[in-house]
């Protein structure tokens, strides 16, 4: 008899859930402050707090009193630092690829939800070459930055599903607050950015320590 998946719709954030790139975008946010705001340094773990938030959210969170220039400025030395110059590490978390291509073939549809912008998408996918495996991709670029709901919203849209349909996977208090606002069941990983307790604040139907450990946590509640 077939298994009945608990949802048709697993939709990921990127950035430290499938990917480990959080030194190289704490290291681009670090580079493209100092070019642009010199006196205005942030720790590493301010600068790692924000990952998540679409770009200009994440700038204006480091920075509330950033002038408009100031902030597009940094966005612009960011992108520049990301996708051109900067060579800090940045791979799949070990087990990624593969939990992703057991999942597509139980029968769940697959999507991206992330706070990076298009063009860095896009290039990472490639690079991996895990854009076949999704159904649908957004980023904060193209609409509302986490934790709006509107980058969900889209996705389930464009797919034809309903919230109950889907669950959000992320690392960050964002993504829990993101699925919670579109009245969507979200799952933490805790290998990311944000502590089990950040994430806990928002009612996830769990946590796990692992990507290879999603298909288990799926299995046990079909």
């Known amino acids: 008899m077939k298994t009945v998946l608990p949802y048709k719709l697993l939709i990921f954030d990127w950035d430290g859930t499938i990917m480990d790139s959080v030194a190289r975008i704490v290291n ?40 408009e220039q100031q902030i597009q400025d940094m966005s612009n030395a960011y992108r520049y630092q990301y996708m051109d110059v900067n060579k800090t590490s940045s791979v799949l978390f070990e087990g990624a690829e593969g939990a992703l291509h057991t999942l597509e073939k139980q029968g769940y549809w697959l999507a991206v939800a992330t706070g990076k912008g298009r063009q860095g998408l896009d290039q990472v996918l490639e690079m991996t070459g895990l854009g076949p495996r999704f159904h649908s991709t957004r980023c904060a670029s193209e609409t509302f930055s986490k934790p709006h709901p509107l ?60 990507i290879n450990q999603l298909e288990t946590f799926l299995s046990n509640r079909s």
Not at 174 to 188: I, P, Q
């Open 28 to 67: 681009c946010l670090r580079i493209s402050s100092e070019q642009i705001l010199g006196d205005e340094k942030r720790s590493d773990h301010e600068l790692k707090d924000v990952i998540g938030l679409g770009l200009r959210e994440a700038i204006q969170q480091l920075h509330p009193l950033a002038t």
């Open 151 to 210: 980058m969900l919203e889209e996705i389930l849209q464009q797919l034809g599903l309903n919230a109950e349909d889907a669950l959000m996977i992320g690392d960050t208090e964002y993504d829990m607050e993101m699925a919670r606002n579109a009245n969507m069941d979200c799952l933490g990983v805790s290998y990311g950015v944000h502590s089990v307790e950040r994430l806990q604040k928002h009612q996830p139907i769990g946590c796990i320590d692992h």
